[in-house]
């Protein structure tokens, strides 16, 4: 086999996780934004004012925190789960489960309010999402979570405020 033609098979090979139908172990998820959710846009001068350093690492260029640093992890109460960087809600408690990652992990989302795309940051591409109104980074997606989905949202516990249910 000629050169070019290895190298040429190479990319076709490479690519084909693109195709329709090819998971390569990354959840295919079809999100859209809730009708009437309005887009905040902010300049990142306007961020930087909003967020904490720590945070605007996170939302705004794609930052993770280290593992069992947040203490959202181990938060257990009744509540909803709201983005740090708009306050728009994103998980139930009722969602949370432990994963053993050192991230707050979910099982669901309110539908509506994430939205996703691939992060090509490491050699496998990985499931990235984000807020649906601010575009803030929270966190990614796996398929190996616990039924009913399989899936676990895996969140930058920077990235979430929790509001705790009222009593």
Request: proline residues 8%; charged residues 25%.
């Amino acid at each position: 086999m000629k050169r070019r033609h290895f190298l040429g098979a190479l990319g076709a090979g490479g690519a084909a996780w693109l195709l329709p139908g090819v998971g390569w172990g990354f959840p295919r998820l079809s999100l859209e934004p809730a009708p009437g959710l309005e887009r905040i846009e902010l300049s990142r001068d306007e961020w930087r004012e909003r967020l904490t350093p720590e945070q605007f690492e996170i939302l705004r260029d794609h930052g993770t925190e280290p593992p069992f640093s947040s203490p959202l992890d181990k938060e257990w109460r009744d509540g909803e789960y709201r983005c740090a960087g708009c306050d728009l809600p994103l998980f139930e408690s009722a969602m949370k489960y432990d994963s053993g990652t050192g991230w707050p992990s979910f099982f669901d989302h309110i539908e509506g309010h994430l939205l996703s795309q691939l992060d090509f940051s490491l050699i496998w591409p990985r499931r990235e999402y984000h807020c649906a109104r601010c575009g803030g980074h929270q966190g990614h997606v796996f398929s190996d979570g616990p039924e009913p989905t399989g899936l676990r949202w895996c969140n930058n516990g920077l990235a979430l405020t929790f509001v705790p249910a009222a009593t």
